[in-house]
């Protein structure tokens, strides 16, 4: 397996506070990695680390594009006062070192939020082709001439709008393109929400509780979509979520923080399984596990 996401010795101190201790661990291509852990865990910290909301106190994380190579140019990356290498056969980024714009346009990572945030009064074919923002405005030489579709705009106006269309269907938000989005039902909202962070055309895709307030039957929907994303678009997914039916079906490779440590890292069985996972979740010492799943039926 080829990794593309590399977080080492991740730490994030607020004042005295340790939200996350020294975290590694690695995202591969084409997989369906899963970041769960009890609340407070820090899992969200980590997220906003990734994406460059945090700096973080310690820690490196890097991020390659184009072929596994690459990753040969990471000490040399690192040692220089520099954010990212490109050579012909791929690209090398230091997340730690770029602002979130950079790490959404460039590093070409997206991520949606645990509360939703679109654009609720604009359209939802609108709220698709404001995250095509960039390329548009780099086709209209960030001049008037985008406004008569003149060029090299009109073709990339037209790829938007083809974009955007794919991701109404995949959603099945179509018939309702020209609606408000604050106007969906919930479920389609979280269902918009991916599919705007899709359209940057990401390589690593973050979704923080993506199934939070969701019904089984949305839940199953939002599992599909998911699937879809990683086979059909290339697309690495890292999700945090709380909803361990999620979790168990659709990833390949689960972490468990707790208190912003590392307790588990492997695949989803064996961390189903773990002993300190079950106690984390229960909230009890290793030594109670056994005693407290034979109380409650486990």
Same mark, same amino acid.
């Given at each position: 397996?080829?990794?593309?996401?590399?977080?080492?010795?991740?730490?994030?101190?607020?004042?005295?506070?340790?939200?996350?201790?020294?975290?590694?661990?690695?995202?591969?291509?084409?997989?369906?990695?899963?970041?769960?852990?009890?609340?407070?865990?820090?899992?969200?910290?980590?997220?906003?680390?990734?994406?460059?909301?945090?700096?973080?106190?310690?820690?490196?994380?890097?991020?390659?594009?184009?072929?596994?190579?690459?990753?040969?140019?990471?000490?040399?990356?690192?040692?220089?006062?520099?954010?990212?290498?490109?050579?012909?056969?791929?690209?090398?980024?230091?997340?730690?070192?770029?602002?979130? @714009?950079?790490?959404?346009?460039?590093?070409?990572?997206?991520?949606?939020?645990?509360?939703?945030?679109?654009?609720?009064?604009?359209?939802?074919?609108?709220?698709?082709?404001?995250?095509?923002?960039?390329?548009?405005?780099?086709?209209?030489?960030?001049?008037?001439?985008?406004?008569?579709?003149?060029?090299?705009?009109?073709?990339?106006?037209?790829?938007?709008?083809?974009?955007?269309?794919?991701?109404?269907?995949?959603?099945?938000?179509?018939?309702?393109?020209?609606?408000?989005?604050?106007?969906?039902? @919930?479920?389609?909202?979280?269902?918009?929400?991916?599919?705007?962070?899709?359209?940057?055309?990401?390589?690593?895709?973050?979704?923080?509780?993506?199934?939070?307030?969701?019904?089984?039957?949305?839940?199953?929907?939002?599992?599909?979509?998911?699937?879809?994303?990683?086979?059909?678009?290339?697309?690495?997914?890292?999700?945090?979520?709380?909803?361990?039916?999620?979790?168990?079906?659709?990833?390949?490779?689960?972490?468990?923080?707790? @208190?912003?440590?590392?307790?588990?890292?492997?695949?989803?069985?064996?961390?189903?399984?773990?002993p300190k996972v079950i106690a984390a979740y229960l909230g009890v010492e290793d030594k109670e596990v056994g005693r407290v799943e034979a109380e409650v039926g486990l």
């Open positions: 397996m080829t990794a593309l996401l590399r977080v080492e010795h991740l730490t994030m101190r607020f004042g005295g506070l340790v939200a996350v201790n020294d975290l590694s661990f690695t995202t591969n291509r084409g997989d369906i990695t899963a970041l769960i852990g009890p609340n407070g865990a820090g899992k969200t910290t980590v997220f906003n680390c990734i994406t460059g909301f945090y700096k973080p106190s310690e820690g490196r994380i890097a991020l390659a594009h184009g072929a596994p190579e690459i990753w040969e140019e990471l000490a040399a990356l690192t040692q220089r006062d520099a954010r990212s290498v490109a050579r012909g056969d791929g690209a090398l980024f230091l997340l730690e070192r770029m602002p979130d @714009y950079l790490v959404a346009h460039r590093a070409k990572v997206a991520r949606t939020f645990q509360n939703i945030r679109l654009f609720s009064g604009m359209s939802v074919l609108e709220n698709l082709l404001v995250a095509q923002h960039n390329p548009l405005m780099a086709a209209s030489g960030y001049t008037a001439l985008g406004i008569f579709g003149i060029g090299n705009y009109g073709r990339a106006e037209r790829a938007a709008i083809a974009a955007a269309r794919h991701w109404l269907d995949l959603t099945g938000l179509t018939d309702r393109a020209d609606d408000p989005a604050g106007d969906l039902p @919930y479920g389609a909202q979280r269902r918009l929400e991916i599919a705007r962070a899709m359209c940057t055309e990401p390589v690593l895709l973050c979704l923080d509780e993506p199934a939070a307030g969701l019904n089984p039957r949305e839940t199953a929907e939002l599992n599909e979509l998911i699937l879809r994303i990683r086979s059909d678009h290339n697309v690495s997914v890292l999700l945090i979520e709380h909803d361990m039916s999620v979790v168990m079906e659709i990833s390949d490779h689960v972490v468990v923080l707790d @208190y912003g440590v590392k307790i588990a890292d492997n695949v989803p069985a064996a961390v189903r399984d773990d």
